[in-house]
């Protein structure tokens, strides 16, 4: 079944970490671009951040520049999210997506994942 889920989200106190997961079933991560959403209640979806699959470019959204990163492990056909120094407002679901050789954000995506809920509360 070609399918992108996520995984490692969960309740987690403010200033708390969390990674994230993107694992890609039924294709070969190694040639597509990665990026993460999230969406808020009442929001927006919005793209936090992205990874490219030619030299690893990123981008981050300022909103959590500094604090999370993306990385891939090719190999291992799973992007990843490290989230730190997590606010109340970092609350969301987050979602991710690929895009056969796409730019840097895949805003044309193949696959998008269901998405897994971060909620940072004390």
């Known amino acids: 079944q070609v399918q992108l889920v996520e995984s490692g989200g969960g309740l987690v106190q403010p200033g708390g970490s969390l990674r994230l997961s993107c694992a890609a079933s039924?294709?070969?991560?190694?040639?597509?671009?990665i990026g993460w959403w999230r969406q808020a209640p009442g929001k927006e979806r919005e793209v936090i951040g992205c990874?490219?699959?030619?030299?690893?470019?990123?981008y981050y959204a300022e909103s959590v520049k500094g604090r999370f990163t993306i990385s891939r492990d090719d190999a291992n056909n799973t992007a990843y999210l490290q989230m730190i120094t997590l606010k109340a407002d970092d609350t969301a679901v987050y979602y991710c997506?690929?895009?056969?050789?796409?730019?840097?954000?895949?805003?044309?995506?193949?696959?998008w994942g269901h998405g897994t809920q971060v909620t940072v509360s004390s």
């Open positions: 039924g294709f070969s991560l190694n040639t597509y671009a």
């Open positions: 990874i490219n699959s030619r030299d690893d470019s990123t």
């Open positions: 997506a690929a895009e056969n050789n796409g730019p840097l954000c895949p805003f044309q995506p193949d696959y």
